[in-house]
């Protein structure tokens, strides 16, 4: 197995820009996917591979990775993405998408 | 529409059984490799296991190996998850998710869960 790690907590000012990081050896490797997830909902992807969003996801979000590092940034943040973040990554094995980072909480001021 | 809806889960007692399952409807169910996430409550998400489209690769947590059995019926258009001496650190949501890998004919861009159900509850208490 391996370990991915976010900062446990975010805040950023309405309308601004924020950066949500995913630190872990296996992203020199591979991809970090990226979920949103509101209380009482299931998780939804918003940014997969290299910098790809699924359709209906806004183009306010982003994703970018260097070196074990990857980061989902939120370009003009609104009150709706308040959420909890979640990275995801192959584990060590590479055999399959088995680890979660520790989730952000964004909080939208 | 693309859907996963989970279903089986309910209260059980230390040491029970419960078997989930995952209802897909909308898409090719048996093109996919599926997969169970859990969250306890107020936790962040844990991958507990994988299976491959033809049920060829199976993977598992280390902290289910054992004593979890993921399965899959392509005719059913279902995922199930057999969870035999349950704990009280298996209190969870448990969700279905659906394995994409984003490829062209001639390279990769990165995989994901993407398609989520709604979970389903499951509580191990005495």
């Known amino acids: 197995s391996s370990e991915l790690t976010q900062d446990p907590a975010v805040s950023v000012a309405l309308g601004q820009t924020v950066r949500i990081t995913c630190q872990g050896d296996?992203?020199?490797?591979?991809?970090a996917s990226w979920y949103q997830q509101k209380p009482g909902q299931a998780p939804v992807l918003v940014i997969y591979?290299?910098?790809n969003r699924p359709s209906g996801i806004p183009d306010r979000f982003s994703g970018s990775s260097s070196g074990n590092t990857a980061s989902l940034t939120i370009t003009g943040a609104q009150a709706e993405d308040e959420a909890d973040y979640y990275c995801?990554?192959?584990?060590?094995?590479?055999?399959?998408?088995?680890?979660f980072g520790g989730g952000t909480k964004l909080t939208v001021l | 529409e693309v859907q996963l809806v989970e279903s089986g889960g309910g209260l059980v007692k230390p040491g029970g059984s419960l078997r989930l399952s995952c209802a897909a409807s909308?898409?090719?169910?048996?093109?996919?490799?599926m997969n169970w996430v859990r969250q306890a409550p107020g936790k962040g998400l844990e991958w507990v296991s994988s299976?491959?489209?033809?049920?060829?690769?199976?993977y598992y947590a280390d902290s289910v190996k054992g004593r979890f059995t993921i399965s899959r019926d392509n005719a059913k258009n279902s995922l199930y998850l057999q969870m035999n001496s349950l704990r009280a650190e298996d209190t969870a949501v448990y969700y279905c998710?659906?394995?994409?890998?984003?490829?062209?004919?001639?390279?990769?861009?990165?995989?994901?869960?993407?398609?989520w159900g709604q979970g389903t509850m499951v509580t191990v208490s005495s």
């Open positions: 998710a659906r394995y994409q890998q984003y490829c062209s004919s001639t390279s990769c861009n990165g995989d994901a869960f993407d398609i």
């Open positions: 909308g898409f090719t169910f048996s093109s996919y490799s």
């Open positions: 299976i491959s489209s033809s049920s060829s690769y199976i």
């Open positions: 296996s992203l020199r490797s591979y991809y």
């Open positions: 591979g290299k910098n």
């Open positions: 995801n990554s192959r584990d060590s094995s590479g055999n399959h998408l088995g680890v």
